[in-house]
């Protein structure tokens, strides 16, 4: 049947671009959302499921990234080390321990469980401060976290 075409794009054939994203006062949990998107390529028309279109995305200011409620206290990482027993750490720790696994464990949940997107996951680049060593790639700026469509409101007298 004649028509139109799909386009699948082929391995090796897109260009990857850098973006930096600042994660000052940003919520993880829609600066993570926004941030896969970009891993996946899915903010682009040429995003393909079986190959990696995505882009580079360098996050810094990790260590100022919120959380809403009280989840700084009640979130809970855990993980098993192979001995008895789970270990657990609060979310306020784990950011006062090391600031950029918040951020690089919710995104790398918000990928895919397979291959492609352990490749995803080494495009990503999490700094603590706002100094990152990838200024040679020319990343562009690119605004993530925010909530599509709500309007900013300032409080007027």
């Given at each position: 049947m004649p ?6 794009a082929?391995t090796g ?30 903010h682009s028309?040429?995003?393909?499921p079986?190959?990696d279109?995505?882009d580079?995305v ?7 990234v ?7 206290n009640?979130?809970e990482?855990?993980?098993f ?8 750490q609060t ?7 090391s600031p ?10 918000m ?11 080494t495009k990503?680049?999490?700094?603590a401060?706002?100094?990152h060593p ?8 690119r ?8 309007k ?6």
């Amino acid at each position: 049947m004649p028509g139109t075409k799909s386009y699948l794009a082929k391995t090796g054939q897109h260009k990857a671009k850098w973006h930096v994203v600042d994660a000052t006062g940003k919520s993880v949990g829609r600066l993570a959302s926004d941030v896969a998107m970009v891993l996946m390529g899915k903010h682009s028309p040429l995003y393909t499921p079986h190959v990696d279109t995505g882009d580079f995305v360098v996050v810094v200011n990790a260590e100022k990234v919120t959380l809403s409620g009280k989840k700084w206290n009640q979130k809970e990482y855990t993980w098993f080390t192979g001995y008895t027993g789970l270990r657990t750490q609060t979310a306020a720790d784990r950011l006062a321990k090391s600031p950029t696994e918040v951020v690089s464990e919710a995104v790398r949940r918000m990928l895919p469980k397979n291959k492609l997107a352990r490749h995803m996951l080494t495009k990503l680049k999490v700094y603590a401060g706002p100094n990152h060593p990838h200024q040679a790639q020319q990343p562009a700026t690119r605004e993530a976290g925010n909530r599509k469509g709500a309007k900013k409101t300032t409080k007027t007298k």
